[in-house]
Every structure is written in C-alpha cells, then in structure tokens.
C-alpha cells in the first residue's frame, strides 16, 4: 500500500478470490485498496504451490504494466507443533508454501528483473539463527521459514552480477495479522504492531539503489532507524502503551518484557526447581467464579523440577491444583523449566513471552493457554 501511494503497479498474487471465514479481504479487496491508495493493480489467483499459476501471474503482469522490478515473497504457511505433533500433510504445506514457493516465484521473476533498471527480491524472514531454542518446539516450521531466508544466501551472491539485490525483512515484535488470532489471541494482538511498520520498512530498502543493497538480512525498526532516524515507534503500536511482544528467531531482544521479582513469597522458588511455592500461590485464585469464567483444564509439565507433572482444574467445582496426572481431558498442556514456570506466576515473564521466545511448549488450545496473562495479573495483586 505503501507503495501505491507513489502510483506503484501492483500484481497481488494469492488464493483468496473468495472471502474467507475467518479472514477478512480478498485479492480483489486488496486491489480495491491499492488503486483507491494512487497505484494500478492486477489481481491475479495463484497458489504459489503450482508452476503454471505463477507463471502466467508474471506473463500477464509484465504483459499489463510493460515488465517487473520487485518481487515480494510474502507467502507464508505455519504451524508451531514440535516434531510428533506434526503431520505430513503440514509439514508439505509449509515447506512447499515458505521454501519452495519462495525460491519457486524468485526463479521465474529473475529473467523479468534482468530487464529491470533497479531490480529487488524481499523475503519476509528471518535473520539465519541457529539457536536451538527456535528449532526445538517447532522445527518443520523453522526448516521451512529458513529455506526462505537461505534462497536470500544464496540467490544475492548468484545475482550479483546481474544487479539484483536479494533481501530479507524481518519485525523486530508480533505484527497484528489476522492470522496472529491462530497462534495466540485477542491478548497478544493488543501487544503488536501494525502492518504499517514492515511496509514502511519494505519501501525503504525497494526504493534504494540494488547495487547498493544486497544479501542483507533486515529488521523492519533499524531500518526506520537508519534510513529515517527513528526514535519513536509508538505510532505504529496496536495500543501505545503496551509492552511489546518480540518475534521468533531474535535473541537480542530476549527478555525485554522482563519485570522485578515481585512477592518475597515467590523469591526462592523462582531461583530453583522447585514450583511448589508457585502452585501454592496460584490456589489462591480459586473461585467457582474463575472456574466459570476460564472453562477449562491446563497441565503443567515441569521438565526440571523434582514433581514434573501437575494440573489446574478451572472446569469442575471450585476449581483445584494439584500435582500429578489430571484424571480426565486435559484442554491445554504447557510444557516450560521451572525458571519459567515461576516467572509467568510471580509476573515477571507472560506466557506469551514464553511462547514467542521458545521458552515455552503449548498443546491444545493456544486461546485457553493466553487467558493466563490475565489470571497472573490477578495473582500479582492478590499477593
């Protein structure tokens, strides 16, 4: 959008010609948006699974606007699963979509951008991190994510010659998709930003000399901070104010969230394995009136501590906690260290932090595990 403001021929190339669901907008929406916004735009249906789709996307975009000089690999399919919980058909999907699509539609655009006087391909990945906290809860979906930003390894130094910069792009925090609402909830678009902030970003290093700019693995904030001089980033806040949720594969914003140890009560137990003092803290909550309102049962699986395995009956009575094996249908399994563990009660980490950093494994229902955030609020003022 950003660069229809500049009357930038736009082809939108994606599945949706119908509206989905759950989802709102399609390719025919966008285009709506994108010429109201000053640009010309083509939509065109594609699933970049299939060779022919994407080859007549570029032969009747080139044909409409005379050529192509930017490709945008923005098509992305996920799944936070770990390795067994993971099927075929998902694994296929995301690296047919993420790898194989990017290198898929950067392969047939390359003889469209050698024609172009200023020609880029962006990826939106992630910087290379081989941390292992960022395979080990999700790995199919790491392998496929990476396969994007390998192509960006490999394809700027196989195009150097031919004056194609070859790019990736990053968020430095959670950007408020629609899609974010299948891999947390209303809570942790709350703590985003806008779209706005990437494609502002985007446009910075498009509009850039291609020779000048190539194999770089960006974040959407230090561009604004290098090309614009940017300090403040509050306008692009889903709500200013806020603490900010950071994206996978960053370490160096690791723990931003982080507040003091709150309640002496806690101090002991959050700087050892034991989770007993945090179980006990919790048992304070219980209500028939938190049991009516969560609707739900969550197992704690402890991976270092002396009792690893407890539960947190929100469902059934009054409401209990207790360790072992819940007897019944569990709703949400959360699995995490008890450094963690003892963190998220005390307030000093939230869930969603956890998650978004690796720290923590959740199975089940992502929406029931998000409503933690507000039960340790309640936890924190309770102590």
């Given at each position: 959008?950003?660069?229809?403001?500049?009357?930038?021929?736009?082809?939108?190339?994606?599945?949706?010609?119908e509206?989905?669901?759950?989802?709102?907008?399609?390719?025919?929406?966008?285009?709506?948006?994108?010429?109201?916004?000053?640009?010309?735009?083509?939509?065109?249906?594609?699933?970049?699974?299939f060779?022919?789709?994407?080859?007549?996307?570029?032969?009747?975009?080139?044909?409409?606007?005379?050529?192509?000089?930017?490709?945008?690999n923005?098509?992305?399919?996920?799944s936070?699963?770990?390795t067994?919980?993971?099927?075929?058909?998902?694994?296929?999907?995301?690296?047919?979509?993420?790898?194989r699509?990017?290198?898929?539609?950067?392969?047939?655009?390359?003889?469209?951008?050698?024609?172009?006087?200023?020609?880029?391909?962006?990826?939106?990945?992630?910087?290379?991190?081989?941390?292992?906290?960022?395979?080990?809860?999700?790995?199919?979906?790491?392998?496929?994510?990476?396969?994007?930003?390998?192509?960006?390894?490999?394809?700027?130094?196989?195009?150097?010659?031919?004056?194609?910069?070859?790019?990736?792009?990053?968020?430095?925090?959670?950007?408020?998709?629609?899609?974010?609402?299948?891999?947390?909830?209303?809570?942790?678009?709350?703590?985003s930003?806008?779209?706005?902030?990437?494609?502002?970003?985007?446009?910075?290093?498009?509009?850039?000399?291609?020779?000048?700019?190539?194999?770089?693995?960006?974040?959407?904030?230090?561009?604004?901070?290098?090309?614009?001089?940017m300090?403040?980033?509050?306008?692009?806040?889903?709500?200013?104010?806020?603490?900010?949720?950071?994206?996978?594969?960053?370490?160096?914003?690791?723990?931003?969230?982080?507040?003091?140890?709150?309640?002496?009560?806690?101090?002991?137990?959050?700087?050892?394995?034991?989770?007993?003092?945090?179980?006990?803290?919790?048992?304070?909550?219980?209500?028939?009136?938190?049991?009516?309102?969560?609707?739900?049962?969550?197992?704690?699986?402890?991976?270092?501590?002396?009792?690893?395995?407890?539960?947190?009956?929100?469902?059934?009575?009054?409401?209990?906690?207790?360790?072992?094996v819940?007897?019944?249908?569990?709703?949400?399994?959360?699995?995490?260290?008890?450094?963690?563990?003892?963190?998220?009660?005390?307030?000093?980490?939230?869930?969603t932090?956890?998650?978004?950093?690796?720290?923590?494994?959740?199975?089940?229902?992502?929406?029931?595990a998000?409503k933690?955030?507000?039960?340790?609020?309640?936890?924190?003022?309770k102590?």
């Amino acid at each position: 959008m950003r660069c229809a403001r500049d009357g930038a021929n736009v082809i939108i190339a994606a599945k949706t010609a119908e509206p989905h669901p759950k989802l709102p907008g399609t390719i025919y929406t966008a285009a709506k948006e994108i010429e109201q916004a000053g640009g010309q735009a083509l939509p065109c249906i594609v699933d970049v699974r299939f060779e022919d789709q994407v080859s007549k996307a570029f032969e009747d975009g080139a044909k409409k606007f005379g050529g192509i000089d930017i490709l945008v690999n923005n098509a992305s399919a996920i799944s936070l699963t770990g390795t067994l919980d993971t099927n075929m058909k998902k694994y296929d999907l995301m690296n047919q979509v993420n790898a194989r699509g990017t290198f898929l539609c950067s392969k047939l655009a390359i003889p469209y951008l050698k024609k172009s006087s200023n020609p880029h391909i962006l990826n939106l990945s992630p910087p290379l991190n081989l941390n292992p906290k960022w395979f080990k809860n999700n790995l199919a979906y790491t392998m496929a994510k990476y396969g994007m930003s390998f192509c960006v390894l490999g394809m700027s130094e196989e195009l150097k010659e031919d004056g194609i910069a070859v790019n990736a792009l990053w968020p430095r925090t959670a950007i408020a998709t629609d899609a974010i609402d299948f891999i947390g909830s209303v809570e942790m678009r709350k703590q985003s930003r806008t779209t706005d902030i990437m494609a502002d970003a985007a446009y910075q290093i498009l509009v850039k000399d291609a020779k000048s700019i190539s194999g770089k693995f960006l974040i959407d904030e230090d561009v604004l901070k290098n090309e614009l001089g940017m300090s403040n980033f509050d306008k692009y806040a889903v709500e200013p104010g806020n603490p900010l949720l950071m994206d996978f594969f960053l370490d160096d914003v690791e723990g931003q969230e982080s507040l003091p140890m709150g309640k002496d009560e806690l101090s002991s137990a959050a700087s050892g394995s034991d989770v007993t003092a945090s179980m006990n803290a919790l048992k304070k909550l219980l209500s028939p009136e938190l049991v009516q309102k969560i609707n739900g049962v969550y197992a704690f699986k402890i991976t270092d501590a002396n009792i690893t395995d407890w539960y947190l009956d929100l469902k059934n009575g009054d409401g209990k906690i207790d360790s072992g094996v819940f007897n019944g249908q569990v709703n949400c399994t959360m699995t995490m260290n008890s450094d963690v563990f003892n963190k998220m009660i005390s307030g000093s980490m939230k869930p969603t932090m956890a998650f978004m950093s690796g720290k923590l494994k959740i199975k089940g229902e992502m929406g029931l595990a998000m409503k933690l955030e507000k039960l340790m609020s309640s936890l924190k003022s309770k102590l």
